[in-house]
């Protein structure tokens, strides 16, 4: 079975900081790896995916991600943050030539809130 | 260009009543996703289908039933709900290559009293 964990309920940081948060995954095959925002009250977002080639992805404002095969790792990231990033963020995977490949799992989410 | 439109947007139901949360998108995709929000478990799949007139269970099916008869529609209806069922829903859907994501709806927040 394919897991999503995403070890940190709550990330605080200051405006202008880098910022980071974690999404490690447990999967018996290759990972299509997807990053999504949720503001209040609001649907998901997606802000970027890791197919293949680069383990550096970026994305939408601003967000990149890296992919690190050796540790089931994709973290999300982020140079400077704004106070406008504050906001829900899950991990998710599918994984390839899996039975269940069509299903989309998600990580629990890190509510990220970035401190003027 | 609506994407994922869900309907209704909130509703408070009585246990045992049962109601049909109705999903529609125009983006002509494959797959569509029915999904349960809970605090601290993040998102958790109800139901999915990969095509017009299938279905397929997902993580936690049980008191749910879906029919996807138009490709563009996904319905997902709870025959006697129970205050478990309280929860932000959400529908989502792709293209069936696999390395497409997924678009979703705006939720639906549901009560059951």
């Known amino acids: 079975a394919q897991s999503v964990a995403q070890p940190e309920d709550q990330v605080n940081v200051a405006e202008g900081n880098p910022l980071t948060v974690k999404c490690t995954y447990s999967?018996?095959?290759?990972?299509?790896l997807f990053w999504y925002v949720q503001y209040p009250n609001r649907g998901l977002q997606f802000l970027l995916k890791?197919?293949?080639?680069?383990?550096l992805v970026k994305g939408s404002y601003g967000f990149e991600a890296e992919f690190n095969k050796s540790q089931t790792s994709f973290h999300l990231k982020k140079p400077s943050a704004l106070v406008s990033d504050s906001a829900l963020y899950f991990c998710?995977?599918?994984?390839?030539?899996?039975?269940?490949?069509?299903?989309?799992?998600f990580g629990s989410g890190t509510q990220l809130t970035v401190l003027p | 260009n609506a994407g994922v439109t869900q309907t209704p947007k909130f509703r408070v139901l009585k246990t045992g009543q049962s109601m049909t949360l109705l999903c529609a998108q125009d983006?002509?995709?494959?797959?569509m996703y029915w999904y349960r929000q809970d605090p601290g478990m993040g998102l958790r799949l109800i139901h999915y289908?990969?095509?017009?007139?299938?279905?397929a269970k997902g993580e936690v099916p049980d008191g749910y039933n879906v029919s996807r008869l138009k490709k563009q529609n996904f319905l997902l209806g709870l025959e006697s709900a129970a205050p478990s069922q309280t929860s932000v829903y959400f529908c989502?859907?792709?293209?069936?290559?696999?390395?497409?994501?997924?678009?979703f709806g705006q939720g639906t927040r549901l009560t059951v009293v």
């Open positions: 989502a859907s792709s293209y069936s290559t696999l390395n497409t994501e997924a678009f």
């Open positions: 999967v018996s095959g290759n990972p299509y």
């Open positions: 890791y197919i293949t080639g680069d383990n």
């Open positions: 998710a995977v599918r994984v390839i030539s899996s039975g269940s490949a069509r299903q989309l799992t």
């Open positions: 983006m002509n995709h494959e797959y």
């Open positions: 289908s990969v095509g017009e007139g299938t279905t």
